[in-house]
């Protein structure tokens, strides 16, 4: 994958929903593309490319990152989080559980980085107000649901 | 964020059927997982990543095109440039009479731009990044023309053709009129004028941008395109002779789609790109839209004028006729278009009993991206035309907008109504809606709040938007617009089949972006199956070798609950009757009538020992069937073609049953308006849907949201602006901003269940919402404005800065006269 004769490729080590991976990857590819296209974990999402819609909200190193904000070096040596390690095994977790009984998704599109921000809200703030759960979704665009919804999944799942 | 939901005043029988009921989404458990597969999830050994060099320019010659460099550039693996596209393919097909049928439009620009961001090469390389950096390596000379941006100028003598073939930037003219204009006028007390009316320019932006993944088979010449399109019926029509391919050499693969909203109705260019770079190439090619791309290209929403409209009224409200001029800016192609110009014609007088109508539609070119269907397609602009005449006669005879709307209603008792122009409502209660919707946001106390408001130096209004969302298309309907048409009708597909081991299958033809397609059809297959929905597996997504694909086959236009659902209804109907017809055999000559479906399997009434279960059913017609019956006629597997009721409309009078279903919505939305700043905030809201029997009342509640959500992001941000030169300027989510979860207002639900009549579940297309939110929002903005200058809201979109000058300059609202006469 050399397309310039300046090497502009390091190798990284990233630890993903718990398995290490470690890939050559150009110093300008961006954190979502590297999961998505060369680790193959499709379910972070791109929605926007400038950071509006945290369709691809990552938690790194404890951290709720929009991985389109980032580039893959950056991550270099982090622990990663993303929507495949939510659930145990086929065991879908309380806030996954909440999203399908309140019916907080329809495409589904934005369901990953949902999940992944109120995944960062509740693990710091285990039982937000109403404006709390507002502000921790403000960064996720939905355009199915119109956000009732996933706030009642939200606020129930805290509950 | 507070959600409230009132049912109507009946007790809600006890459900006996999985219709009905809020089953878990099938859908849910991989998306909630990240295990959805979205186009841009699939990859392909050796895949070529696509990216679209676009114009800069408004309108422009291209004189030279050099992709050389491109060429050279590491990675690269090739280009297309319209010199080819319009080599190997012929123009897309266009639905328009003259002069609209002579424009030319091809996958990519071809000699000329005619909008910023008009792909002109295509680049495909190893990585998405080469191929960007590829794609600024292509050279392109252009000789700049002047640009047109607004529609009202489109035909000022000396302004520039956009598409010189069609001889001027007129595309479609029609004119409908029903009724007695001039006896109307001479019956008015009231002729009220309202100069122009402006619905903007905006559309849904689904989360996840258009995209597709194209194979090229080099043996069979066929081409498998994974893609998130939502009318594969639409685009093969439009993409195989321009190909000049047969249909079944374009296959069709979906599965998740991350919203669509219409708006992922007219990718065909794109996708004819994709396949002949796959082709030419003899690579998988991956194209998948950026975000600004999309902005500056994708399926706008019709931009409309309405010009000197007329409206005859009497003294105590009541409305005899209107007439208007609409002017639709259809931006550089007709990709879908003119059918807005027809569209809107399905829900011709609203909810109201006008008798007296003439439109005067006008549809013109200009150089900003094409328009194309957007949730509420064309009977949106229209619906908020009517809504807006409304209260704007009410506030000018100072009459209650509550009392006007409730005296022009159509009435419970007049279903099944026929409109002037020869639509049949269904069935509806749309006074009953009202009051359920005013009850909900206490309009018996709106005075004590809007004291209560004013003491807080804030300025409270209340706004009505009653719509119809006009379901299941007679295709009929773009004869109107072209005569030579050869459409008509409508049809969806669905099989079920019990396979060798008694799984109950379905497939549809349809296209799911979040409808819970899969979810619903299983209730409704148990239902006739007597069996649970667990046991029911609906393949998720579309793929057009199913078998399961007809000509209309897709995901648009209000229709699944009744065109999809019908089907498999019909489907699973005729697997019964052959399960029963099996039985009958395998029991010794037991008729049909005799037996019974129940606990997975077919049973004799009168002795319910004997049971055969589906399992054995299967397994006996799949695998172990010698001996039975030369003519049992049974295979298990049944396909089932719902065509709705249609005949073709009349073309002279303009006049036919467009549409099957009319699913109503009445929201009413209170904005308190800061007048220091003109900030508002809607403060409370009510949306009250009717859309016949409910399936799964969670999803129908869900769509509703959906919309009001959209309609609110209309009604006060969402606007592709342009500048003078053409220059879109909010081509991002910076600029064009949608609602956040902190912008929406406290919502409640409430609903009516009017069964279609004409439907076989009873049900009603619905989930376009006729964007209600945006008529309530402005209705609301104007009653507030009432007794602070008076202005009248005369656009679709009202940001703050609009409603600032409104108040500081109520000159700046609609320009209106009224005559007595």
Redo the contacts between chains.
């Keep these: 994958m050399a397309s310039s004769a300046v090497s502009t490729e390091r190798t990284i080590s990233v630890t993903v929903n718990g398995t290490t991976y470690e890939r050559e990857v150009e110093a300008r590819k961006l954190l979502i593309h590297f999961v998505r296209d060369d680790l193959d974990l499709t379910g972070s999402h791109i929605g926007c490319d400038t950071g509006n819609c945290g369709a691809c909200s990552m938690i790194v190193d404890g951290t709720l990152v929009k991985s389109c904000m980032m580039l893959a070096v950056q991550a270099d040596g982090a622990t990663i989080e993303t929507v495949e390690g939510l659930a145990a095994g086929d065991e879908l977790n309380a806030l996954q559980q909440s999203f399908s009984a309140h019916h907080a998704l329809q495409c589904g599109y934005c369901t990953p980085g949902m999940l992944m921000s109120a995944t960062a809200l509740l693990r710091e703030n285990p039982h937000p107000s109403d404006d709390e759960i507002k502000k921790a979704l403000q960064g996720n665009i939905c355009r199915c649901t119109g956000y009732w919804n996933i706030f009642e999944a939200v606020k129930a799942a805290a509950e | 964020?507070t959600?409230t939901t009132i049912a109507p005043e009946q007790v809600e029988q006890q459900q006996e059927t999985w219709s009905g009921q809020?089953v878990?989404?099938k859908?849910?458990?991989?998306?909630?997982?990240?295990?959805?597969?979205?186009v841009?999830?699939v990859?392909r050994h050796g895949m070529g990543y696509l990216h679209f060099v676009r114009s800069p320019y408004a309108h422009a010659h291209i004189t030279a095109i050099d992709v050389s460099k491109a060429e050279e550039?590491?990675?690269v693996y090739g280009t297309l440039t319209g010199e080819e596209v319009a080599a190997l393919t012929d123009p897309f097909f266009q639905i328009a009479s003259v002069p609209g049928a002579n424009v030319k439009d091809y996958a990519l620009a071809v000699g000329k731009v005619r909008y910023v961001g008009e792909p002109i090469v295509a680049v495909v390389a190893?990585?998405?990044?080469?191929a960007r950096?590829a794609s600024e390596l292509v050279e392109v000379e252009y000789e700049p023309l002047a640009a047109i941006t607004d529609a009202r100028h489109a035909q000022d003598e000396g302004v520039p053709t956009i598409h010189e073939d069609a001889g001027g930037n007129l595309m479609w003219n029609g004119v409908y009129e029903w009724g007695d204009l001039d006896a109307a006028f001479s019956e008015a007390d009231r002729v009220v004028k309202i100069d122009e009316l402006h619905f903007h320019r905006f559309n849904?932006?689904?989360?996840?941008?258009d995209g597709a993944l194209v194979e090229y088979n080099r043996g069979t010449g066929q081409w498998t395109i994974t893609t998130n399109n939502q009318f594969p019926g639409f685009a093969i029509i439009m993409m195989g002779p321009a190909m000049r391919v047969g249909l079944d050499k374009l296959r069709f693969v979906t599965q998740?789609?991350?919203?669509?909203?219409g708006n992922k109705i007219t990718s065909h260019p794109q996708l004819v790109a994709c396949c002949l770079l796959a082709r030419k190439l003899n690579r998988p090619v991956q194209w998948?839209e950026?975000?600004?791309d999309f902005h500056l290209s994708m399926s706008h929403g019709n931009e409309r004028w309405f010009q000197d409209t007329e409206v005859a009224v009497k003294s105590d409200g009541t409305l005899l006729g209107f007439r208007t001029k609409a002017l639709d800016d259809a931006g550089a192609y007709l990709r879908y278009e003119p059918l807005g110009g027809v569209i809107w014609a399905q829900v011709t007088p609203g909810m109201y009993k006008w008798q007296h109508v003439r439109v005067d539609f006008t549809q013109v070119a200009t150089n900003k991206a094409p328009v194309s269907p957007n949730r509420g397609y064309s009977r949106m602009q229209h619906l908020w035309f009517t809504e807006r005449v409304i209260d704007i006669v009410a506030h000018e005879l100072d009459l209650d907008p509550v009392e006007v709307r409730k005296r022009n209603y159509i009435k419970a008792a007049d279903m099944p109504y026929t409109t002037p122009n020869g639509c049949v409502y269904d069935s509806g209660d749309y006074a009953k809606m009202l009051d359920i919707a005013l009850d909900l946001v206490d309009y018996a106390g709106i005075g004590a709040k809007r004291a209560d408001a004013a003491a807080r130096g804030k300025l409270l209004g209340v706004g009505i938007g009653s719509t119809l969302d006009s379901g299941t298309n007679n295709f009929g309907q773009s004869r109107l617009i072209n005569p030579e048409l050869q459409f008509s009708g409508n049809n969806e597909v669905a099989t079920v089949k019990l396979d060798i081991f008694g799984e109950i299958v379905v497939t549809l033809g349809t296209t799911p972006?979040?409808?819970?397609h899969e979810t619903t059809a299983a209730q409704v297959v148990a239902d006739i199956l007597k069996c649970s929905v667990d046991d029911v597996y609906v393949r998720a997504g579309h793929d057009s070798y199913w078998n399961s694909h007809a000509g209309f086959s897709g995901t648009y236009a209000s229709q699944f609950a009744v065109t999809g659902l019908s089907a498999v209804k019909g489907a699973t109907e005729m697997l019964r009757e052959e399960i029963f017809k099996l039985a009958g055999a395998i029991f010794g000559g037991v008729p049909p009538e005799a037996l019974e479906l129940a606990d997975g399997g077919v049973r004799i009434k009168d002795n319910p020992e004997a049971f055969l279960p589906f399992m054995a059913c299967g397994a006996i017609i799949n695998a172990n069937n010698a001996g039975l019956p030369e003519d049992l006629g049974v295979t298990l597997n049944c396909r089932y073609v719902y065509r709705p009721p249609f005949e073709v409309p009349d073309v002279e009078r303009k006049y036919g049953n467009l549409t099957l279903t009319y699913a109503a919505q009445v929201h009413v939305a209170v904005v308190e308006i800061d007048p220091e700043t003109g900030y508002y905030e809607v403060v409370d809201y009510a949306a009250v849907d009717d859309c016949g029997k409910r399936i799964h009342p969670?999803?129908v509640?869900?769509?509703v949201?959906?919309a009001?959500?959209?309609a609110l992001g209309a009604a006060v941000h969402e606007n592709y602006v342009y500048d003078e030169d053409g220059n879109l300027l909010t081509p991002?989510?910076?600029d064009y901003h949608?609602?956040?979860?902190?912008d929406?207002p406290p919502?409640k639900t409430g609903y009516v269940e009017s069964a279609s009549p004409f439907t076989p579940l009873g049900t009603k297309g619905m989930g376009e919402g006729g964007g209600a939110g945006i008529h309530a929002v402005c209705a609301a903005v104007q009653d507030a404005l009432r007794d602070h200058g008076g202005a009248l809201v005369w656009d679709s979109c009202n940001p703050y800065h609009r409603v600032w000058e409104m108040l500081n300059d109520p000159t700046k609202g609609a320009r209106v006269e009224v005559v007595a006469q």
């Design positions: 964020m959600t809020n878990p989404r859908e849910d458990r991989r998306l909630v997982q990240g295990q959805g597969v979205f841009d999830d990859k550039h590491p990675g190893e990585t998405r990044e080469a950096d849904s932006t689904p989360l996840e941008c998740d789609i991350g919203g669509g909203f998948t950026w975000r600004t972006q979040g409808q819970g969670q999803i509640e869900g769509q949201m959906g009001t959500a959209q991002n989510f910076y949608v609602p956040h979860a902190l929406m919502l």
